[in-house]
């Protein structure tokens, strides 16, 4: 038993330093992410390794007090700082929340951004049927087969706006016929399937773009996506602009925080964890957990955010993500507003 036991305690100490020299090492490329599109791919998981270092710590305290485990301990905790680093600043920023009585009267709009993963999603009849129930004004949909979009259209009278060249693959439905849609002729960039459509509002007219980013691997053509929905963005008045999408890139990577800069709008939902929402590969592979934050909202500065909630998984790999918004009848920044 004696033998035994000293067999266990080394493989815990082994692996329990493996996990924590490992999460270090990552999250401390990951800082590299500043100036390396490369390197920044790692930043997209530090909410993984911070688990995985306090996994490390977890084993290395079953294990004797020894020269190992104080530095297992040391190296799950620069782990867990360095992952800390590119998280902290999403957990404190604003995101222009305002209390419902600071908008009374204000006209306001329920928002639902969903990617339907519909080409494998089993389950696209309770899917439309959450939507509905919600009552959106206005839902931005990615990879929307032509059958999510046979279920939704058959269960609510939607007007429908997509790009017809790429499949509609993109798809705003909204309770109002826009006023105007359609892509505008960019050539900074790379392509992405998007959409756009304009509506009438109180005090001036605002435009929602739907949008869906490849993966941030290989690093370089979402970093060029990014550059493109910039350029589109600074075409219509950003006071009032909405973008919704699956931007396959999370708060804490460098390549989001650019592209939060560039578009000079404010992301309304904040830290929200949204793949993977059940099974996600051929193999069945379950997750108990989603760790990736990458369905974002953003909205100009005359938009104040009376909600942002993350809805339940419904057989897409992306949880949905529901946001309020308001535009104060008073017009221009209204109190709770945020300038990005």
């Given at each position: ?13 082994d ?20 100036f ?10 530090a909410?993984?390794?911070i ?11 079953l294990?004797p ?11 799950a ?8 680093v ?9 995101t ?7 908008v009374a009267?204000a ?13 494998r ?26 059958r ?10 939607y ?48 435009t929602?773009?739907?949008a869906h980013?490849?993966w ?24 009032r602009?909405?973008?919704?999408g ?14 939060d800069k ?15 929402a ?8 379950h ?17 104040v ?10 057989g ?5 993500v529901v ?15 945020v300038?990005?």
């Amino acid at each position: 038993m004696g033998l035994i036991r000293v067999v266990i305690t080394r493989i815990l100490e082994d692996v329990a330093a493996a996990m924590a020299v490992l999460a270090a090492l990552v999250m401390l490329a990951a800082q590299g992410g500043r100036f390396s599109d490369n390197l920044d791919v790692a930043t997209h998981f530090a909410v993984v390794f911070i688990a995985l270092a306090i996994g490390a710590a977890l084993l290395a305290a079953l294990t004797p007090p020894t020269r190992l485990r104080r530095f297992t301990l040391g190296m799950a905790a620069l782990a867990i700082g360095l992952a800390g680093v590119l998280i902290a600043p999403e957990v404190f920023r604003k995101t222009g929340h305002a209390a419902h009585g600071e908008v009374a009267g204000a006209h306001q709009i329920k928002l639902i951004q969903i990617n339907s993963w519909s080409g494998r999603n089993q389950t696209l009849a309770e899917t439309a049927d959450w939507i509905v129930a919600q009552d959106p004004d206005i839902v931005v949909v990615e990879e929307a087969s032509r059958r999510f979009q046979r279920a939704l259209e058959s269960r609510a009278a939607y007007h429908r706006t997509c790009d017809p060249d790429d499949r509609c693959e993109v798809i705003i439905y909204s309770k109002v016929a826009p006023i105007s849609a359609g892509l505008p002729k960019v050539s900074e960039g790379a392509f992405f399937p998007a959409t756009r459509a304009t509506f009438a509002a109180p005090g001036g007219a605002f435009t929602v773009i739907g949008a869906h980013y490849t993966w941030p691997v290989p690093a370089g053509p979402q970093q060029q996506q990014s550059l493109r929905l910039a350029t589109m963005a600074r075409l219509y008045d950003r006071e009032r602009l909405i973008i919704a999408g699956d931007f396959n890139s999370t708060p804490w990577s460098f390549t989001l925080r650019r592209q939060d800069k560039a578009l000079g709008l404010v992301r309304r939902n904040q830290a929200m964890l949204s793949w993977p929402a059940m099974a996600f590969s051929r193999w069945n592979i379950h997750m108990p957990l989603p760790f990736l934050a990458i369905d974002h909202v953003y909205a100009g500065s005359d938009w104040v955010t009376l909600g942002a909630e993350r809805g339940p998984a419904l057989g897409s790999d992306h949880f949905p993500v529901v946001v309020t918004l308001a535009l104060p009848q008073t017009g221009g920044s209204p109190a709770g507003a945020v300038k990005p």
